[in-house]
């Protein structure tokens, strides 16, 4: 009876974790987002957001890009890792919970002194002051954790593996994001290269013209100087583009784990840029804390500080273990493996802590900071996302108004150059109303050029403030090697 009932009381203290329990944090998100423009030709609405979102610009150029990220990204692999090694420091606070059994074998060879402690008992006649003490033992020892000091431990090991899954995530919307902004914004300079290159050539046709009338003695040499600056001035635009395409096609290249111009031939040719889905699903706000990976993230390291307090709470109570060793030992290296040499001896061990000189104290007001500073920092993340999905829908609607408006220049810019040079060929006005109109309608197709470019980026970085695009990205569940 009397072992049933310690038994019973063990298995009660067994049961009983002291510390704060964790909760998940409330937080009241608004009904729906803010309302955008509706005059644009790309709208947002509140459906199912479309996790593979890059399919959506129905480019195979890109798609073949994105499809390679799970397994040549060198951040995602790295993240990996970090999810392995999460996993690895679970394992290592779960083993403190469970009993240890160690074997130890030894061999000593041991003088006594005569005028050492053995002098003050009568040794037995003809006993040894020299010997050896061979032993063949198995050691035990098992933490009770009767207050939970191990559980919760393994709780914030626990947690710190989610964060470390959840920060695998945020990686991956990451690496996705960039790839796609520096891919849609290559094809934008490629757009507008190709434009200053079809100007360039209409260019030099202005100056043959105006070459031709000047040697009928129509021009002057103004008309020429001019004619001929403005071809040099076209030309002097494009070595930008090129520098900016390369360093474009290296950024992408690094995303894939490629050296520098390694995707030089796959993406050099230009390619028209992809043109953005007609209505775009966001959502609803409440789903985002659980899709963005940030706040996961943020959410797991309260859980793992919260965890981490209730181990400084039981630092303050009694540690109990059971220890014990069984085996044998004796003064010749057979009665090591004699039954009848047989020793053991077990009980329980009782670490109680009675003045640590303010150590646990410090402790534990540490980790309530630190728990503090957690839910401080969980806040802020959920209001940041919130505040980069608001800035990123006013962003996207914005940029396609703009480029509404500037549709306008672009074609007011080509009646006014089309009737510079019929007034020039007529001989009403000087070559320089020519120059300044073609320089009018470079600009301004060069502007819509990267509008529809920014417009496709924007649109990028509003899924990626929605938290979309790591769920195909991140790929299987990290195992370690072996």
Known sequence: MRGTALAAALLALAACTVGPDFHPPKTTAPAQYGAEPGDVASTTYGGAMDAAWWRGFHDPELDSLVARLATQNLDLRTAAERVIQGRAQTEAALSQGLPHIDYTPSYTHSRQSPKGFISLVTPAPGAPLEYDLFKNMVSASWELDLFGRVRRAVEAERANTEAAEAAR?????????????????????????????????????????????????????????????????????????????????NAIGLELAQPPRALERELRAPAAQPPVPPRVPVGLPSELARRRPDIVEAEAKLHAATAQTGVAVASFYPDISLVGDFGMQGLRFADAFNLPARAADIGPNIDLPIF??????????????????????????????????DDALTAYAQAQKQRTDDARVVDESAKALAAAQAQFREGQVDYLN?????????????????????????????????????????????????
């Open 169 to 249: 995530r945020a990686v991956a919307l990451a690496a996705v994001s960039d790839l796609g902004q520096s891919y849609l914004s290559l094809r934008g300079v490629q757009a507008r290269e190709a434009i200053a290159r079809a100007n360039l050539a209409l260019a030099h046709q202005d100056t043959e013209l105006v070459v031709t009338r000047f040697g009928q003695g129509v021009g002057t040499t103004l008309d020429v100087a001019q004619a001929r600056a403005q071809e040099a001035r076209i030309a002097a635009t494009l070595p930008a583009f090129e520098t900016t395409q390369a360093a474009l096609i």
């Open 356 to 389: 640590q000189g303010g150590r646990l104290t410090a402790q534990l007001t540490l980790r309530k900071s630190q728990q503090r500073e957690a839910a401080i920092a969980y806040q802020k993340t959920v209001l940041t996302a919130w505040r980069e999905v």
């Open 434 to 482: 020519v120059v300044s109109a073609r320089a009018g309608v470079l600009s301004s197709q060069s502007t819509l050029a990267q509008d529809d470019a920014t417009i496709a980026t924007d649109l990028v970085s509003l899924y990626r403030a929605l938290g979309g695009g790591w769920q195909d990205v991140v790929g299987p569940t990290p195992v370690a090697p072996g």
